[in-house]
C-alpha cells in the first residue's frame, strides 16, 4: 500500500496539482454565488488540479483514500491539453500544451503499461528528428491517441472530479476545511 507522504513526495517537483490532506476534518465547496456545493462532504485528499501530476497522483491513491479532484477546466489535462475545434461539421483537434512525454524512470514506464496496451497512449517518435541533443535520442515519446489529454483522461475517468471549479482560496474553520471558487 502507498503511503500519502510517500505519494505526494514523489509529486513534489511536478508541475501543476495543489494537494490538501482532509483526514479527520469535513469540507465544504462554496461556489461563487456563496451556495455550498457539497456541505460536510467527507473526504480524506482534494487534489486541485487535474493535469497529469494531479490525475495519476489520484488514480494511484484512489483505492486507499476517499478522494476528489478539483479543476478549473471543463476536464483533465493540465497543460497536456487538447482543444477541439468544428469546421463545417469536421472536428479538429490540436495539442496546445506538450507535443509529446518522455518516459525514463523505471515506475512510470510501469505506470503507463496498461494505457499503451489499451492504446489511449502511442510511440510517438522513437528519435527527433535533426535533434542536436544526444540524451534526448535514447528515449521514447509518446502521446496520447486522441490527444494530449488522453492520458489525464484515463487516470481520472474513475474519479470523483468536479470540473469548472476553479478554487481561489481554501480556509479551515474548528473542524472543516472550506475551499472557495471564483
Known sequence: MISLRRALRSVKNALGGAFL????SGLQ????????????????????????AGSLLCHLLKDHFDLLLL???????????T????VDGREYRFDHGAQFMTVRDER??????????LGVL???HSAIPHASYPEIKESLRFCGSTGMNALSKYFSSDLE?????????????KTHWKLFSS
Open 21 to 24: 490532506s482532509l483526514r479527520g
Open 29 to 52: 465547496l462554496i461556489d461563487a454565488d456563496q451556495s455550498l456545493s457539497l456541505r460536510g462532504l467527507m473526504k480524506d485528499l482534494v487534489c486541485i488540479g487535474a493535469g497529469i
Open 71 to 81: 479543476d478549473k477546466s471543463r476536464g483533465p489535462g493540465g497543460r497536456m491539453s
Open 83 to 86: 482543444r477541439r475545434v468544428d
Open 108 to 117: 512510470l514506464k510501469e505506470i503507463i503499461t496498461r494505457p499503451l496496451e
Open 122 to 124: 502511442k510511440v510517438w
Open 161 to 173: 472530479c468536479r470540473f469548472n471549479w476553479k478554487c481561489v482560496k481554501v480556509t479551515f474553520e
